[in-house]
């Protein structure tokens, strides 16, 4: 229930920073290269997971209107996921395309699921809502590339409820 409070409180205050602000005498533009973000998250799938990363990302003018918080976001993300079981840990390196639009967003990532004597590679889809490239809220599916041999890693889910800060969204040149 804490966590719901948290989410709320800081979707609440995410808010308020847009609504609130003022626009800029055009010196501030929206970030039209590449440039590296970070992106932390927290993900249920079977248990708790963590994520932290790196985002390459660009964001560029959504629609006729192109501005405030009506924007696309592209890039390639780089993290590793672990999990908080010390008995099962395992670590998982990812690599993952990432668009964002005002409302929606998308994720396709290859994963390396290893506790060091296995490795479980995963192709994961992902799909959910974005508050505005922020804050990511998926629903993915991880598709399994590894033989249905002793070589999976046991407490890894199949599907999978993500939640991600990419703290790249209000960057501005």
Not at 35 to 42: E, I
Not at 75 to 83: L, T, Y
Request: glycine share 10%; net charge positive.
């Amino acid at each position: 229930m804490n966590i719901i409070k948290t989410v709320i409180s800081l979707i609440i205050l995410l808010s308020s920073i847009v609504c609130f602000s003022q626009e800029s005498d055009g010196k501030h533009k929206l970030l039209k290269d590449f440039h590296f973000f970070p992106s932390f998250g927290l993900s249920y799938q079977n248990q708790l997971v963590g994520e932290a990363g790196l985002l390459y990302a660009k964001g560029t003018p959504f629609g006729s209107c192109g501005g405030g918080f009506m924007r696309k976001f592209t890039g390639i993300k780089v993290a590793s996921e672990f999990n908080f079981d010390v008995n099962h840990f395992y670590i998982a390196p990812k690599i993952a395309w990432e668009v964002n639009l005002p409302l929606i967003s998308g994720r396709l990532s290859i994963i390396d699921y290893t506790n060091f004597f296995y490795h479980d590679l995963k192709i994961t889809p992902e799909i959910g809502i974005t508050y505005g490239g922020f804050i990511n809220l998926h629903y993915g599916y991880n598709i399994s590339l590894t033989e249905k041999t002793n070589n999976r890693i046991p407490f890894v889910g199949t599907y999978r409820i993500t939640l991600t800060i990419n703290l790249w969204a209000f960057k501005y040149e």
